[in-house]
Nanobody
Framework: QVQLVESGGGLVQAGGSLRLSCVASGRTFSRNVLGWFRQGPGKEREFVATIGWSGGITVYADSVKGRFTISRDNGKNTVYLQMNSLKPEDTAVYYC??????????????WGQGTQVTVSS
């Protein structure tokens, strides 16, 4: 069983940066694939990024490539999303997710409650 709690959201000016954190509680955290998703106003939830068990493999949505970086610290049971060069279209509720099986853009088993990111223009 995995529980996820996001933090780090807020209001930021376009071009600025934010770093989201998600602390996971679980017996097998180090073996979980971890991902970030977001849901903007009037839009469906979409994949943002994912990171493998050891952190060596990452996958990003085209919309955030070159701007966002996902990382994890298994010692702290935490996954991060560093967001740079933020755009108004990045405004969304951001969710972290975990899976005990190999997944990429879908199929995650556990979800956090989300943290709001608002980018002003």
């Amino acid at each position: 069983q995995v529980q996820l709690v996001e933090s780090g959201g807020g209001l930021v000016q376009a071009g600025g940066s934010l770093r989201l954190s998600c602390v996971a509680s679980g017996r097998t955290f180090s073996r979980n694939v971890l991902g970030w998703f977001r849901q903007g106003p009037g839009k469906e939830r979409e994949f943002v990024a994912t990171i493998g068990w050891s952190g060596g493999i990452t996958v990003y949505a085209d919309s955030v490539k070159g701007r966002f970086t996902i990382s994890r610290d298994n010692g702290k049971n935490t996954v991060y999303l560093q967001m740079n060069s933020l755009k108004p279209e990045d405004t969304a509720v951001y969710y972290c997710a975990a899976s005990s099986r190999i997944v990429v853009k879908s199929g995650y088993d556990y979800w956090g409650q989300g943290t709001q990111v608002t980018v002003s223009s």
